[in-house]
T-cell receptor
Framework: EAQVTQNPRYLITVTGKKLTVTCSQNMNHEYMSWYRQDPGLGLRQIYYSMNVEVTDKGDVPEGYKVSRKEKRNFPLILESPSPNQTSLYFC?????????????????FGPGTRLTVL | DAKTTQPPSMDCAEGRAANLPCNHSTISGNEYVYWYRQIHSQGPQYIIHGLKNNETNEMASLIITEDRKSSTLILPHATLRDTAVYYCTIFYNQGGKLIFGQGTELSVKP
């Protein structure tokens, strides 16, 4: 089954304790992206990756890191989490991430990771 | 950066057409408009996309104005299962960056 998986689905942690949220897709997609969702603010892009070893900042990258060493995986790293990073996080992938990409840019979203930082 | 603006909420009677507007007045070049919907806190799901012409698929229709500054998603016969948050998004011309607006919370009522 074609899908995007995220782990963990739920996480409660404390301020300053490094954590990683994994994201994996099995569709051989080139483009992957991370979003956070907060009440009243919709979905905001954190980082995206156009292909292996190519990553770039979205709208809210502060406090996050990513890496794209393999095509299928795109982990989100919080080196020193703070309470304002408490949020619902989504990973997504698409075949392409190019302008004019039409249906190739259709994003497939994972189920989400609910993170609470105390 | 181009942004999208949507009304925060709308109601629709079951069986009637739901028309969800989106303003994207700064859209440019070959930037496509995409629509997604999110039920509860699940991952958003793709609905439809368009560039200039009106589009229709099994889920919805998309009407884009001639100047491309706004669009309307039409659910022709809304059902209770269509109750969700609907997002209008733009994929930037330079590639990669995807901007979601705050979405419209559609409530379909019996």
């Amino acid at each position: 089954e074609a899908q995007v998986t995220q782990n963990p689905r739920y996480l409660i942690t404390v301020t300053g304790k490094k954590l990683t949220v994994t994201c994996s897709q099995n569709m051989n997609h080139e483009y992957m992206s991370w979003y956070r969702q907060d009440p009243g603010l919709g979905l905001r892009q954190i980082y995206y990756s156009m292909n292996v070893e190519v990553t770039d900042k979205g709208d809210v990258p502060e406090g996050y890191k990513v890496s794209r060493k393999e095509k299928r995986n795109f982990p989100l790293i919080l080196e020193s989490p703070s309470p304002n990073q408490t949020s619902l996080y989504f990973c997504a992938s698409s075949k392409k991430g190019l302008a004019g990409g039409g249906r190739f840019n259709e994003q497939f979203f994972g189920p989400g990771t609910r993170l609470t930082v105390l | 950066d181009a942004k999208t603006t949507q009304p925060p909420s709308m109601d629709c009677a079951e069986g009637r057409a739901a028309n969800l507007p989106c303003n994207h007045s700064t859209i440019s070049g070959n930037e496509y408009v995409y629509w997604y919907r999110q039920i509860h806190s699940q991952g958003p799901q793709y609905i439809i996309h368009g560039l200039k012409n009106n589009e229709t698929n099994e889920m919805a229709s998309l009407i884009i104005t001639e100047d491309r500054k706004s669009s309307t998603l039409i659910l022709p016969h809304a059902t209770l299962r269509d109750t969700a948050v609907y997002y209008c998004t733009i994929f930037y011309n330079q590639g990669g960056k995807l901007i979601f607006g705050q979405g419209t919370e559609l409530s379909v009522k019996p």
